[in-house]
């Protein structure tokens, strides 16, 4: 298991960066959040205040429906409701939210690929073979995938499962 | 204080009163808090208060539970239980 932990330095100094925080929304880059609260804060008997927020945040919506012009195709149609307002440049941070959530739709359109991709070597797998068991199906699955994907998608790299 | 763009609560209702919290706390954080003189300076309490209950009783209007993403489901009574069926968008920060 691995946990994700980063550092970082904001060359500003912290009385600054911690006022930042509690005004942390709105901003551009977060157009998902929607409302946030303070729903408890203390402070304690050394001084130290204690914080504890509820944020509320409405994503895009997906339709998947069947294709009305390809044969055998799906067609996605996504929705995401941005609202920048009351800043200078609004247009600028228009475009730098479309963009920011169009990588992040091409990521989540790379990884309906990858599993309907393990889908559909799961399924020929099992329409191919007589299967002694369980785990010959996933080892056989797992082959497919990584041979597939790899075959289709160049610029990705496969990395084996722990 | 510069004009702050509105965020809004989580209870519509709340809106203003949210709005003058912060602002007074903005200003007392920078000022009192940040300079070590926040211990025995309430004046955003009565603020805090009425912005509080107007929360509580959003949460409770929407049924919002904030602790059910700390409790422990498998293993217990609930897991045999079915989830109630309210799309829950808010989440403990």
């Known amino acids: 298991m691995k946990i994700w932990t980063s550092e970082h330095t904001f060359s500003h100094p912290w009385h600054t960066v911690v006022q930042a925080v509690w005004r942390k929304y709105p901003n551009p880059m977060n157009p998902a959040v929607v409302g946030i609260d303070v729903i408890d804060r203390d402070i304690g008997p050394t001084g130290v205040m204690r914080t504890h927020r509820l944020i509320s945040c409405e994503w895009e919506r997906l339709t998947y429906s069947p294709h009305p012009n390809q044969p055998n195709s799906t067609l996605l149609k996504q929705e995401a409701v941005i609202t920048v307002h009351g800043i200078p440049l609004s247009s600028y941070f228009e475009d730098f939210v479309s963009r920011n959530i169009s990588s992040n739709a091409n990521k989540g359109r790379q990884a309906m690929e990858f599993v309907i991709n393990k889908i559909n070597c799961e399924v020929q797998e099992l329409t191919q073979k007589t299967v002694k068991s369980v785990d010959e199906l996933t080892v056989n699955a797992k082959r497919c995938i990584s041979d597939e994907f790899v075959a289709k998608s160049p610029n990705y790299h496969f990395q084996g499962s722990k | ?93």
């Open chain 2, 1 to 93: 204080m510069t004009a702050e763009d509105i965020m809004n609560s989580i209870g519509k209702d709340c809106n203003e009163l949210k709005r003058q919290y912060e602002e007074c706390f903005n200003g007392w954080f920078a000022d009192k808090y940040l300079r070590g003189l926040g211990g025995n300076d309430h004046s955003c309490d009565h603020l805090f208060k009425l912005y509080q209950n107007c929360v509580k009783k959003a949460l409770n209007e929407q049924k919002i539970d904030i602790w059910e993403i700390d409790r422990n489901v498998l293993g217990s009574d609930g897991e045999a239980k079915e989830p109630s069926s309210k799309p829950n968008t808010a989440k403990p920060s």
